[in-house]
């Protein structure tokens, strides 16, 4: 006689859900499921001050620039100006001094940028803010550069006496060398992550 309302048939266990293979009691979801995702609205930030950052510094490139770049030679005969040295090199030298102290001050800003970021993570806010950033610092300098100090050249000749000598107003002949800044900055930042990143943060 069985009891009342009791399974005539053999009793079996509820059957428990699969668990995935060689997971036990303590089994996790692999990492790469809870990888927070990117702070976009961080990331603008930074790149935006990257590029301000280097705008503001493009002040102090403007002014070495001026300070340091040889000017061209010209003289008056009373009714023209001339140049004094046809075949002068001081144009180009000009152009070589933006482009160096350009490259000087991206390598900066790379080698910066990199060590502040370097655990934080940014993402592609730091090459692109250092591209963005470098372009705007170069133009800054260049208009800065340009424009101290900068007068007609006929009525530069008509204050010095005949025949003496007097610097044409500073210039940029090669507009190319404003990016190289830029180019130092992502160069020198890619070769840092290359040999100081862990392959792991990469």
């Not at 053999?10 to 692999?30: F, K």
């Not at 950052?53 to 009714?79: C, E, I, K, N, Q």
């Not at 144009?91 to 990199?114: E, N, P, R």
Request: net charge neutral; hydrophobic share 45%.
């Amino acid at each position: 006689m069985t009891a009342p309302n009791s399974p005539e048939g053999p009793s079996h266990p509820p059957s428990a859900p699969p668990v995935p293979p060689g997971a036990g009691p303590e089994w996790h979801a692999p990492a790469e499921s809870a990888r927070p995702r990117p702070d976009l609205r961080r990331e603008i930030l930074i790149g935006l001050a990257l590029v301000l950052g280097s705008a503001v510094v493009g002040l102090l490139f403007g002014l070495l620039w001026h300070a340091m770049a040889p000017r061209v030679p010209l003289y008056s005969d009373g009714t023209a100006v001339y140049l004094r040295d046809p075949e002068g090199e001081q144009q180009i030298a000009a152009d070589g001094v933006f482009a160096l102290i350009g490259a000087c001050f991206g390598i900066l800003a790379a080698a910066l940028s990199y060590v502040l970021t370097r655990r934080r993570g940014a993402g592609l806010a730091v090459p692109v803010g250092l591209t963005l950033g470098g372009l705007a610092a170069g133009w800054v300098a260049w208009q800065l550069g340009v424009h101290l100090g900068q007068q007609d050249i006929l009525t530069l000749a008509k204050q010095v006496p005949t025949n003496t000598d007097f610097s044409r107003p500073l210039a940029l002949g090669a507009k190319t060398a404003i990016v190289a800044w830029p180019m130092a900055a992502l160069l020198t930042f890619l070769g840092a992550t290359t040999l100081f990143t862990p392959k792991d943060d990469q």
